[in-house]
């Protein structure tokens, strides 16, 4: 994993700033460790850091390969699972390789196939190749890995993270209307395809673009389809055990040290069981990751969303597979001193201290292993969430995760936030995206519903939690793979019915069931557990210090946060967004929105 920026421009190349993109490169180091390169062509200026995955010696970038009477250089971020099938093919062609790494494979998958060569990737990428006329750019399906950009004049500019693009002469951090009420009505969610600043845009997942002397040309290569199911019970759940089987296996590839993150709960029981059984097939043993909060022991109150502990389970399944296991614990002074930095890596308000534990606890990885596989995105394809099978939380007018949506914007005058029309504004996003959604007119009224609600899941939810995995693991030098996120099994998993999804009314029975003998019962059919969160009151105590002393700084909330409203939110409790975020986190959230509006000097347009 890595970090890629560039500048390029072909009507005047003279107007490039090769300063400039080292600028930007820097800010992204921590992304890429190991190595750092820079290369200058006639119209562009190309730059990447490198985390040493593959190939350590051979994979050096940006990277440069002659074919034909062309040149063509490559920057990329990303893993590629299935380069052996794309290796076979170029080899076939009488090109001789120079590497073991994914790089040069993706350089070549375009110099051969070239606009089509995403189709023929399975893995998480962003990349830029450019040949002296024309720069290609594309993202993974699911927008693993970041991608953005920014057309000034007949520059265009582009980095891994916001930070960088900032970090640009002719990029501001003006925020307008739009950007804001993304932040106080849908945050940590964003809506595809821009930031929250004016000046700068995202690539979707699942989009590629070219620019050249005629300009820029976006459109997406995939996206998912509505298909009529015509397969019975025991295929779905043999298909189903086949796509997931082959998928962790195929991340487990790595020349540096290798684990998972295990918590006992379904979803990455799943991925350590495949895991633990290919290690013995090899040899090794595995090694396997728990989190836990300092005091938890002590404070944990049961909850709907998370009924139970995970550390029973996480302790019990890694005995049972045989794993090397280990239990990191985040002391609670952690948890808010990271809430700052965890701000600055992910350069967007986040999910408060869920952000900041993950940053810690990948921190402490790194002292043994650089690459990691984490069973996220299950839920969201295999229908893991409360709004797959209640139609009332879909069919409302906003995003059924967002439990109270008005709640962060009425903690602000309503000259600033615009309450109604910003709620208008997200509700219509909302709507419109549940129109896109493919369903087939034979579909049932419950298919329709888990149809939305994987796609709205996969869009939105999903990509936030994918967007927290990559700025905290990449943070601290640490690569995240996401089996589950493959998208052969979200095409598979679509189009399954309903009712083997949800059999015998148990969530994601599909993957339960073919998963069966991987997994012993106790953790086969335990109840959906999230993501763990802190219960100890020390938290609380500490996070509302950190919000008073912020509130004197004379910031962004001290001059529009309405605190007696605060206060009444506080006292009433309950959660406002997914399933864990509380009161603790809102003033978590609130901290790390006024460093926001500090760190990034934001301007409202």
Not at 43 to 51: D, E, I, P, Q, S
Not at 107 to 126: Q, R, S, T
Not at 356 to 381: A, N, P, Q
Not at 531 to 551: D, F, G, I, M, W
Request: a neutral charge; charged letters at 25%; proline letters at 4%.
């Amino acid at each position: 994993m890595c970090s890629i920026c560039g500048e390029v421009c072909f009507k005047d190349p003279y107007s490039l700033k090769y300063e400039a993109v080292k600028k930007m490169n820097d800010t992204m180091s921590h992304r890429g460790p190991d190595e750092r390169g820079i290369y200058r062509g006639e119209c562009g200026v190309f730059a990447h850091n490198r985390l040493c995955v593959m190939d350590p010696q051979g994979g050096k970038q940006p990277m440069s390969v002659c074919y034909g009477n062309k040149k063509y250089t490559i920057v990329y971020n990303g893993e590629i699972y299935n380069c052996d099938e794309i290796k076979r093919d170029i080899l076939s062609k009488g090109i001789e390789l120079k590497t073991e790494c994914d790089t040069e494979i993706v350089l070549y998958a375009y110099i051969l196939y070239g606009a089509e060569c995403p189709k023929y990737l399975n893995g998480i990428f962003a990349f830029a190749v450019y040949d002296g006329d024309s720069v290609f750019f594309a993202r993974d399906r699911f927008g693993v890995k970041p991608f953005y950009y920014s057309l000034k004049g007949d520059i265009l500019v582009f980095a891994s993270e916001i930070k960088a693009m900032l970090s640009h002469p002719q990029i501001s951090s003006k925020i307008d209307k739009r950007g804001l009420w993304e932040i106080l009505y849908l945050s940590p969610n964003f809506v595809g395809g821009r930031s929250v600043f004016c000046d700068i845009l995202e690539l979707s997942p699942g989009e590629c673009m070219i620019f050249d002397l005629r300009g820029l040309k976006k459109w997406r290569y995939w996206q998912i389809k509505a298909m009529p199911y015509v397969r019975d019970r025991d295929y779905a759940i043999q298909k189903t055990k086949e796509l997931v089987t082959d998928a962790i296996r195929r991340q487990l590839d790595s020349d540096v040290p290798l684990s998972v993150l295990l918590s006992g709960g379904l979803d990455s029981s799943v991925v350590s069981a495949v895991a633990a059984r290919a290690f013995k097939e090899r040899g090794l043993t595995l090694d396997t990751y728990s989190f836990e909060y300092e005091g938890n022991k002590e404070s944990f109150k049961n909850s709907l969303f998370q009924p139970e502990r995970d550390d029973e389970y996480a302790t019990y399944l890694a005995n049972y597979l045989g794993t090397n296991h280990t239990v990191l614990s985040c002391p609670t002074e952690e948890l808010t001193n990271l809430l700052l930095p965890a701000t600055e890596f992910r350069d967007l308000v986040g999910q408060a201290d869920i952000d900041s534990s993950l940053l810690y606890f990948c921190r402490e990885i790194k002292k043994r292993h650089t690459v990691t596989l984490s069973g996220e995105c299950s839920d969201e394809i295999f229908g893991g969430y409360p709004w797959f099978y209640r139609p009332e939380m879909l069919y409302s007018d906003f995003f059924p995760w967002i439990h109270a949506p008005r709640l962060r914007a009425s903690l602000f005058r309503d000259d600033i936030s615009n309450s109604d029309e910003g709620y208008g504004y997200i509700s219509e996003i909302y709507k419109k995206s549940l129109e896109e959604c493919p369903i087939l007119d034979s579909d049932s009224e419950e298919m329709k519903t888990a149809r939305r609600a994987s796609y709205l899941s996969v869009n939105y939810f999903m990509t936030s939690l994918l967007q927290r995995k990559d700025r905290m693991s990449m943070a601290s030098g640490v690569e995240v793979r996401v089996p589950f996120a493959d998208h052969r099994i979200y095409e598979h998993v679509f189009n399954v019915p309903w009712k083997y999804k949800m059999e015998n009314g148990v969530e994601k029975s599909l993957l339960r069931n073919s998963m069966a003998d991987f997994l012993p019962d106790k953790i086969l059919w335990r109840k959906k557990s999230p993501y763990p969160k802190t219960h100890n009151p020390k938290y609380t105590e500490s996070v509302l210090k950190l919000l008073n002393e912020r509130l004197k700084g004379g910031g962004y909330l001290s001059q529009h946060l309405n605190r007696e409203r605060l206060d009444e939110v506080i006292s009433k409790g309950g959660t406002w967004f997914g399933q864990l975020m509380s009161a603790p986190q809102l003033i978590a959230w609130l901290i790390q929105l006024d460093y926001f509006f500090e760190k990034y000097n934001v301007s409202l347009a």
